[in-house]
């Protein structure tokens, strides 16, 4: 046990708990498959952190790479702009498909031990204002795909989730998400992304209180409110860190299969932006001093529908050419949170009345953050 | 055997449908296999995300595609 415990992590703790559980219920006949369980924690540790040490080191080298690559090995002159839009396509590249692998199998690990059921019982009968902040947090970390929403939907305001806190899960889910995150903190830096993270939240949890305030249970499509509830299901499985593991690598084919050439798209425009484009391009267009951005960028994002993915390395070309951080921000959130398919899917389960009231308060927050930041930044 | 599949028709809704059709079909089963995607029906039956696969009236698998070797365990 002993070159476990140095980790620290929790991962291997929760790993310890589950072997002194399962040594218990074990026969001592099965003395010898406990040693060889135990090797395999041991050896699989030991690979997680040479993985990880593996991990750092080759990130480390992806600067002075892009230097020696763009400016010796093709002899691009430094500062010119093609050697400019080279080195940064370079660079980016690899660093954004790096972090993106890191971070969406750990998320993908950490998702093995949400499910929406889980989410569901623990949002049941919380009290509106901590229930909407659970609820934007679960919506982080539940793993859920977009054409689950209706399903859940039902299932949320069956168990008594109030209305309010489950659209906060609604408008979290997709808005804050690893991919979005990791991209901006990638292309843009850990502030924004921190911004872009406490704001998302923000909108989510605020929107989704001040729905709760109308008491509009009643907008609600009535065949749904007329269906009773099913039964609760208990599905008790008990995942290994095999299967956990598994499940990380699942979402790293899955989400990084899917994202990898909107990434390298999006890097590519963002090279030969950054090489070519003058700086301060969009900054009559979208700058900080032309108030009407605001809303004009929402009300562009609403009807666009792009993935985090697609979205950011358009959000990088505008912030790089001088459009006003509020306002991009805006239009990233009006893009991911507030778009026509979305609105058609929940269609099904709210009347028009409440949709309306949907689009007016995320809408507005969503302005709300967009002038608060060009304001403040 | 009844089996019960539910999904909206995204893509992993046809995938869980496919690998349920090849275990179906290389364990040798008669094996009734509905689709269902109607909302309402899925929430009679609690399930919350999809896809979701049911057989014979108990839930073995929700929000994610099985693999055939799963379905395969559950079936046979």
């Known amino acids: ?377 | 055997m009844n089996i019960k599949i539910c999904g909206p028709g995204c893509k992993k809704c046809e995938q869980a449908t496919e690998a349920v059709r090849e275990a179906v079909a290389e364990a040798g089963l008669e094996a009734e296999i509905e689709k269902i995607s109607d909302f309402a029906e899925m929430a009679k039956l609690g399930v919350l995300s999809t896809p979701a696969v049911i057989i014979d009236g108990q839930v073995k698998c929700v929000g994610k595609a099985p693999s055939k070797k799963e379905i395969l365990s559950w079936i046979v």
């Open chain 1, 1 to 377: 046990m002993e070159p476990i415990k140095p980790t620290g992590c929790c991962g291997a703790d929760a790993e310890l708990h589950q072997v002194t559980g399962e040594e218990k219920q074990n026969e001592p006949s099965e003395q010898n498959e406990q040693g060889e369980q135990k090797k395999q924690k041991i050896k699989r540790v030991a690979w997680g952190i040479f993985g990880i040490a593996l991990w750092f080191v080759l990130y480390k080298q992806l600067l002075p790479f892009s230097h020696w690559f763009a400016y010796s090995l093709l002899g691009l002159t430094p500062g010119s702009h093609l050697g400019e839009a080279v080195q940064f396509f370079v660079y980016d590249t690899p660093k954004v498909m790096m972090l993106l692998l890191l971070i969406v199998f750990t998320v993908g690990i950490l998702r093995s031990f949400f499910t929406p059921e889980k989410t569901r019982s623990l949002l049941a009968g919380k009290r509106e204002i901590t229930g909407n902040v659970m609820a934007a947090g679960l919506g982080i970390v539940t793993p859920f795909c977009s054409c689950s929403a209706v399903p859940l939907f039902i299932g949320f305001v069956q168990a008594g989730v109030p209305l309010g806190v489950t659209l906060s899960f609604l408008i979290a889910a997709p808005m804050v998400n690893e991919v979005a995150l990791v991209l901006l903190y990638g292309l843009l830096g850990w502030k924004v992304a921190g911004l872009y993270l406490v704001t998302g939240l923000a909108v989510a949890i605020v929107s989704g209180w001040i729905i709760g305030r109308f008491n509009m249970e009643s907008s609600i499509e009535d065949w749904v409110r007329e269906i009773r509830a099913g039964e609760q299901l208990d599905m008790d499985t008990q995942l290994t860190w095999t299967d956990r593991i598994e499940q990380g690598k699942e979402a790293v084919r899955d989400i990084v299969g899917k994202v990898w050439p909107y990434v390298i798209a999006g890097i590519g425009v963002g090279a030969t932006i950054h090489g070519y484009v003058p700086e301060d391009f969009m900054a009559a267009v979208m700058g900080k001093d032309a108030w009407w951005s605001v809303p004009g960028a929402v009300l562009v994002g609403i009807p666009m529908y792009s993935n985090a993915a697609g979205i950011v390395p358009i959000v990088e070309a505008l912030l790089g050419k001088g459009a006003a951080l509020g306002t991009v921000l805006a239009f990233m959130m009006s893009v991911i949170a507030l778009s026509l398919p979305e609105i058609v899917i929940l269609r099904k389960v709210l009347k028009p009345k409440l949709i309306g009231v949907f689009i007016a308060v995320v809408g507005g927050g969503i302005l709300l953050t967009g002038f608060l930041f060009n304001l403040i930044i």
